[in-house]
């Protein structure tokens, strides 16, 4: 079990979230602690399965996906065999950035970034449309984005 966050583990997480590339020194200055217990404490969170990974966060639309699309999935049946089929080969759409189970009238989100309206249609007719178990499909262009932050509150 997971050891129980103080304010120091906390400032910790605040601040690797912010800028994951922050030197340990830097880090340990910030938080009011010697590098070495610093990174003692990184590790430990590491550990604990606070801290999955570390990336970098590229620009969509210098890498030609600047388009966000999210599509609402319907299966045809609700069967724990349909649903693996479905989740297996979500995962290799392209471009398929998140894949989500719901509650309500779909039951699934997904999120795909893609080039502009001619590869999402592409994609549309050659992947999403083949689908194993899709009953229906609801795609929604994202004209906006007003906010996104993969920073959890703490």
Same mark, same amino acid.
Not at 91 to 95: A, I, L, P, T
Not at 98 to 110: A, I, P, Q, R, S
Not at 135 to 142: C, D, E, K, L, T
Not at 144 to 150: G, I, L, P
């Given at each position: ?8 583990? $906390?400032? #910790?997480?605040?601040? =690797?979230q912010?800028? !994951?590339?922050?030197s ?6 910030? +938080?009011n /602690?010697s590098?070495p ?5 990184v ?7 606070y801290i $999955?990974? #570390?990336?970098?966060l =590229?620009e969509?639309? !210098? ?6 699309v999210?599509?609402? +999935?319907? /299966? ?10 479905f989740?297996?080969a979500a ?5 398929c950035v ?13 999120l795909?970034r893609?080039?502009d ?11 999403l449309?083949?689908l194993p ?10 004209l ?7 920073q959890?509150?703490?």
């Open positions: 079990m997971p050891h129980t966050l103080d304010r120091i583990d $906390r400032a #910790i997480l605040r601040l =690797l912010r800028d !994951a590339s922050i340990n020194v830097a880090l340990a200055g910030k +938080v /602690l590098p217990a610093c990174l003692r404490r590790e430990r969170l590491k550990e604990g399965a $999955r990974g #570390i990336v970098a =590229l969509p639309k !210098a890498l030609d996906a600047g388009m966000l999210m599509i609402a +999935v319907v /299966l045809d049946r609700s069967t724990p065999e349909s649903f693996a089929a989740e297996a995962q290799k759409v392209q471009g998140e894949c989500h189970v719901v509650t309500g009238e779909f039951d699934y989100f997904m795909v893609t080039k309206n001619d590869s999402f249609n592409r994609l549309h007719a050659g992947q449309l083949l178990g899709v009953r229906q499909i609801r795609s929604f262009i994202v906006k984005q007003v906010m996104s932050t993969t959890i509150p703490l």
